[in-house]
């Protein structure tokens, strides 16, 4: 477990304010105490630097996890979100877009979003902005890339892909599934 060099952080604030923007300080300083990130085997951690401190006496060989994991960097060194981010990113996420009932199962078996199953999305967003993406009852179900501007949103065709698939809390069962 060490800190992110210069190159990572950068990565991986970048990714971050994607979908958050400047609120990236409110996850650090915290009411609860201080958190921060840390790298351990190409995976991003967050975790109070109480517990940091803590797990520095297991050795990395036997170290599996500790925090929550954010994502994690690729061969090529882009970095990927994981949906065990969502519960920390939701509450600060700049830009939304709300499913239909009956978007939320197409969306939570991997595929896009499509403007037939739009509900809400917040105005101003721009193309290729972070989304977190919620059902109509305000419950996070995970994140996407906006395909279409709000304003292209509202004259497109309804078979439109209006939000591209990122990651969604449907991941585990198909994860699940995979490994049996």
Same mark, same amino acid.
């Given at each position: 477990?060490?800190?992110? $060099?210069?190159? @990572?952080?950068?990565?991986?604030?970048?990714?971050?304010?994607?979908?958050?923007?400047?609120?990236?300080?409110?996850?650090?300083? %915290?009411?609860?105490?201080?958190?921060?990130? %840390?790298?351990?085997?190409?995976?991003?951690?967050?975790?109070? @630097?109480?517990?940091?401190?803590?797990?520095?006496?297991?050795? %990395?060989?036997?170290?599996?996890?500790?925090? $929550?994991?954010?994502?994690?960097?690729?061969?090529?060194?882009?970095?990927?979100?994981?949906? $065990?981010?969502?519960? /920390?990113?939701?509450?600060?996420?700049?830009?939304?877009?709300?499913?239909?009932?009956?978007?939320?199962?197409?969306?939570?078996?991997?595929?896009?979003?499509?403007?037939?199953?739009?509900?809400?999305? $917040?105005?101003?967003?721009?193309?290729?902005?972070?989304? =977190? =993406?919620?059902?109509?009852?305000?419950?996070?179900?995970?994140?996407?890339?906006? #395909?279409?501007?709000?304003?292209?949103?509202?004259?497109?065709?309804?078979?439109?892909?209006?939000?591209?698939?990122?990651?969604?809390?449907? @991941? /585990?069962?198909?994860?699940? @599934? #995979?490994?049996?």
């Amino acid at each position: 477990m060490r800190p992110l $060099t210069d190159e @990572e952080t950068k990565t991986f604030f970048q990714k971050l304010s994607k979908y958050i923007g400047e609120n990236i300080k409110l996850l650090l300083d %915290r009411p609860d105490g201080a958190y921060c990130f %840390r790298l351990h085997r190409d995976r991003v951690f967050y975790v109070r @630097e109480e517990l940091m401190k803590k797990a520095g006496c297991v050795s %990395r060989d036997n170290l599996i996890s500790m925090g $929550t994991c954010f994502g994690k960097f690729t061969k090529s060194g882009s970095f990927r979100l994981h949906i $065990t981010a969502l519960d /920390y990113i939701a509450p600060y996420a700049k830009f939304k877009v709300w499913l239909k009932p009956s978007a939320e199962q197409q969306f939570l078996y991997g595929h896009h979003v499509m403007k037939s199953g739009l509900g809400r999305i $917040t105005e101003n967003t721009s193309q290729y902005q972070g989304l =977190v =993406v919620y059902s109509m009852s305000d419950l996070p179900l995970g994140f996407g890339v906006a #395909a279409k501007s709000t304003q292209d949103c509202r004259h497109c065709d309804p078979m439109t892909i209006v939000a591209f698939h990122q990651a969604d809390v449907g @991941e /585990y069962i198909r994860n699940e @599934e #995979a490994l049996l």
